[in-house]
């Protein structure tokens, strides 16, 4: 071959390898993984081109000149190729070193925005927490509104209506059955129709609902700053002139046709409601006696302001205003007919209505009620709880009824659960009997149970307690005795009682080392010397035997009217009754025509004789009148009866001297 041919192969090979080497760089810029390999496949192309020249420059011996020429005309070729070759190697490593800048740059650009990346991230978590306090900060804010807007705790006092209904407690008693074959049930199941929505003290019959127009009211007289608000009733002028009337038939002491005459023709005068009530109880007709309580109740309760509302204990009503005594005296007498009953829980929460009428005030005492049917009906919390929120500062350890109750209440709590522990029930009850001794005894005669030797033969149990207790104390006590023996009967009971006495009461009052005894004492003859008045009233009310013995002979002889007893000093009359023109005449009487004039005040004899004028005077009326004017006298001082038309000396030998009298 020729030396050009020859020429034109290598360039042919050379142009084939760098294309190669072209192809290479590409592949490795797209394959970053296949470098190595790539970089090996190029050096063996490379040096396969060396040794190949090499071997054909040994077999061709007979061209050596051809040869050495062709070669020494080559060497520039090979140093090129050798130069591409080393410069590609060179591209190569500079490719490399580019790439390992690159990646060193990027992992410096990484971090860069590995740094960004967490500061923002940083930012993210910071704006978060902010959020997120914001948001607690609202919750929180939240919360205090609605525990602002949110209705206090329930207040002890507090009454539910579901306990006011006295058919929701007999039916627990006895079920509902029972109270189902009840005439009186099922007539009042029949009135409870939607008219009446709304009331809740009582649970009225249908014939009660067929009212017309009353002319009873209520009115907002006050609103304080804490939201108590008091009210007023209010009676219209036709309700003004039936009132005058009903007070002229109480006045007139006469029997009780007129009185019911008057309910015929006005059936819903709340007074004269609650004076019939009370001739029924007289007579014994019990049943109704309760019906007529419980109408005027629900003719009161008819007639609330939208905004007089039982439950809250926010509404009152003052008692110096004659109007609202009624609902007083109905509450009062109803409360008692339902604890009659066995109801004590309906009794109880009748009571809670009571207070809350006039808590400072209490015109009836209600306060002495509260503990004694909380512990008929076994509510011993709520005498607890009492002491402990609202009693302390009522001073009410002072009085013998919450003194008692206290104790007891402790130890049947301690009793229901099981604990052996009576500690503070023990303390409580030594206090008790310390401050009050006349109520042991009492309570021991009245549950029919001997005292101990050891218990009579003790001055400051007997003798000494009977000296330092004043009739007012005494009158409280006896108060208390005579409503919850029966809680204090109980077996377990009488053995906790017989316990603390022999153990504690009687210790204490042998060593006489202890300081209440002295103090209490002078606590009994100071503290006690006369009661308030609504004490009275309340005793006056209550109707228990032997408690008007207690009550002082100044207020035994005033007028007890059944709708207004014992009228309190600051009454503030809105209407005044129509003035009579019998002063001057009945000034003018002897004596006998003034005790006449004082056991029925509205009868006037000149106005009489003037009325009937002279020919309708008869004689015979004078003296029929007289007569029964001397029969009800003698009804009031327990003398016999004598016919003035019969022989004296036939009853002579029956007649029996004063002093013999027992």
């Known amino acids: ?366 306060i002495l009620l509260l503990d004694q049917f909380a512990l008929n009906c076994g509510e011993y919390d709520f005498i607890c709880r009492s002491f402990m929120e609202w009693g302390y500062n009522r001073n009410l350890e002072q009085l013998p009824n919450w003194a008692y109750s206290l104790a007891l209440a402790e130890f049947q709590l301690a009793t229901a659960a099981k604990s052996p522990k009576t500690t503070r029930a023990d303390i409580l009850l030594t206090d008790s009997i310390l401050r009050f001794p006349t109520v042991l005894l009492k309570m021991l005669e009245k549950c029919s149970v001997q005292p101990d030797k050891k218990v009579e033969e003790c001055e400051y149990l007997t003798k000494r307690a009977q000296e330092s207790t004043t009739q007012s104390l005494e009158m409280l006590c006896h108060l208390y005795v005579e409503r919850t023996h029966s809680a204090w009967k109980a077996p377990h009971v009488l053995a906790w009682l017989e316990r603390v006495v022999n153990e504690r009461v009687l210790d204490i009052l042998d060593k006489n080392e202890d300081l209440r005894i002295k103090r209490f004492a002078k606590q009994r003859k100071r503290r006690y010397q006369k009661a308030p008045l609504n004490i009275h009233r309340h005793a006056m009310l209550s109707d228990l035997p032997g408690v008007s013995s207690y009550v002082p002979i100044e207020i035994r002889s005033l007028t007890m009217l059944g709708h207004d007893p014992l009228p309190p000093p600051n009454t503030v009359f809105s209407y005044s009754r129509p003035e009579r023109t019998t002063g001057g005449q009945r000034a003018q009487q002897n004596s006998l025509g003034l005790f006449f004039n004082s056991m029925l005040p509205d009868y006037d004899v000149a106005n009489a004789a003037a009325a009937e004028g002279p020919l309708q005077r008869n004689q015979d009326q004078i003296r029929a009148g007289v007569r029964q004017l001397m029969q009800a006298m003698r009804d009031l001082l327990v003398i016999p009866y004598v016919d003035p038309n019969q022989d004296p000396e036939e009853d002579a030998e029956e007649d029996v001297p004063f002093n013999d009298w027992e």
């Open 1 to 366: 071959m020729s030396s050009r041919a020859l020429r034109k192969l290598r360039l042919e090979q050379v142009n084939k390898n760098e294309n190669n080497l072209d192809l290479k760089a590409e592949a490795e810029s797209k394959e970053e993984t296949e470098e190595e390999e790539e970089d090996e496949k190029d050096v063996k192309l490379t040096c396969t081109n060396k040794f190949l020249l090499l071997e054909e420059g040994q077999d061709d011996d007979s061209e050596e000149l051809s040869q050495e020429s062709v070669s020494e005309s080559e060497k520039p070729d090979t140093q090129n190729v050798v130069t591409k070759s080393s410069t590609s190697t060179k591209k190569k490593k500079k490719k490399r070193k580019k790439k390992k800048s690159s990646s060193s740059g990027n992992t410096a650009e990484n971090d860069r925005t590995g740094c960004e990346e967490n500061r923002e991230f940083d930012k993210l978590l910071q704006e978060y927490g902010d959020q997120c306090k914001t948001m607690v900060a609202e919750a929180e804010a939240k919360r205090n509104l609605l525990a602002k807007m949110r209705p206090p705790k329930k207040s002890l006092l507090d009454v539910e209506h579901r306990f006011l209904n006295i058919y929701n407690e007999l039916q627990k008693i006895f079920g509902s059955q029972v109270l189902k074959k009840n005439k009186d049930y099922r007539r009042r199941q029949k009135g409870g129709s939607s008219s009446h929505r709304g009331v809740w003290l009582t649970q009225p019959a249908e014939s009660w609902t067929k009212m017309i127009k009353v002319g009873l009211g209520m009115e907002l007289v006050e609103t304080e700053k804490d939201g108590t608000m008091y009210f007023k009733y209010v009676h219209s002028k036709e309700y003004q002139d039936v009132q005058f009337e009903f007070l002229a038939i109480v006045n007139s002491m006469s029997n009780g046709e007129h009185l019911h005459k008057l309910l015929v023709e006005n059936q819903l005068n709340v007074d004269a409601l609650i004076t019939y009530s009370d001739f029924c109880t007289i007579s014994e007709e019990v049943v109704m006696a309760r019906e007529y309580i419980e109408r005027a109740l629900y003719v009161l309760e008819r007639f609330f302001h939208p905004l007089f509302n039982l439950t809250n204990g926010k509404c009152r009503l003052d008692y110096k205003y004659p109007e609202n005594r009624s609902l007083f005296i109905c509450l009062f007498k109803h409360m008692h007919f339902v604890s009659r009953r066995g109801c004590n829980r309906t009794a109880l929460e009748l009571c809670k209505v009571l207070f809350n009428l006039d808590p400072k005030g209490d015109p009836l005492g209600a």
